[in-house]
C-alpha cells in the first residue's frame, strides 16, 4: 500500500527558508514510483503544482510561481523527496502536499496525473 507522510511544515518570516520532506513508502526500487511532485492549496483557491521530480531520472519541473526560490531534491535510498523553499513570502502560505505517480508521461504538472496523495502539511509565512 503505497504512503506518502509529509513533514517539516510551518511558520517562518517573508524571506525566510523551510525544507519539506516526504518519506514515500510502500514500494521498492524495481516497482518504484515514476515520479513524485509537490502541490499546495491555499484557503479559496485551487490545488497549484509547485514542484516535480521524476522519481529515477531526476529531471525536474517546476511551477512558475517557485522557480528560482525552490529546489526539488530525492534521495532513493531513504525513499525521500524534499522541497527546499527559500525566499518565502507570504503568498506562499497553504497546505503543501506530496504526491506520487505510477504512470509515465512527459511531464507531471498536473494533478491528474499523480495517484497517491499525502496528508498535506501547513506552511505560513508572516509578514
Known amino acids: 500500500q503505497a504512503q506518502l507522510v509529509e513533514s517539516g511544515g510551518g511558520l517562518v518570516q517573508a524571506g525566510g527558508s523551510l525544507r519539506l520532506s516526504c518519506v514515500a513508502s510502500g514500494r521498492t526500487f524495481s516497482n518504484s514510483y515514476m515520479a513524485l511532485g509537490w502541490f499546495r492549496q491555499a484557503p479559496g483557491k485551487e490545488r497549484e503544482f509547485v514542484a516535480g521530480i521524476g522519481w529515477r531520472s531526476g529531471r525536474t519541473y517546476y511551477g512558475d510561481s517557485v522557480k528560482g526560490r525552490f529546489t526539488i531534491s530525492r534521495d532513493n535510498a531513504k525513499s525521500t523527496v524534499y522541497l527546499q523553499m527559500n525566499s518565502l513570502n507570504p503568498d506562499d502560505t497553504a497546505v503543501y502536499y506530496c504526491?506520487?505517480?505510477?504512470?509515465?508521461?512527459?511531464?507531471?504538472?498536473?494533478?491528474?496525473?499523480?495517484?497517491?496523495w499525502g496528508q498535506g502539511t501547513q506552511v505560513t509565512v508572516s509578514t
Open positions: 504526491a506520487a505517480a505510477d504512470r509515465s508521461y512527459r511531464d507531471y504538472t498536473s494533478a491528474s496525473k499523480y495517484d497517491y
